[in-house]
C-alpha cells in the first residue's frame, strides 16, 4: 500500500504534514491548506474499499 509522504502535495493545494490515523478503509493525513494557511485532515480511501462500496450501488 503506497502512503503519501510529508511535503508531498496534493491536488496543488495540500502540503502534507504526517499521518494522524491509518485504519480499515483509508488512511486519515495532517496536511496544510496552502490557499488558506490553515491545518486540515485529508482521507484518502484504499482502492479495494472503494470498489467493494461501488459494485454494491451498482
Known amino acids: 500500500m503506497e502512503r503519501h509522504q510529508a511535503g508531498?502535495?496534493?491536488?496543488d493545494r495540500f502540503c502534507i504534514i504526517g499521518i494522524l490515523e491509518s485504519g480499515g478503509i483509508g488512511t486519515t493525513y495532517e496536511a496544510t491548506d496552502e490557499q488558506t494557511q490553515t491545518c486540515v485532515a485529508l482521507k484518502a480511501?484504499?482502492?479495494n474499499y472503494l470498489n467493494a462500496r461501488i459494485s454494491v450501488f451498482l
Open 45 to 47: 480511501l484504499y482502492f
Open 8 to 11: 508531498e502535495l496534493i491536488g
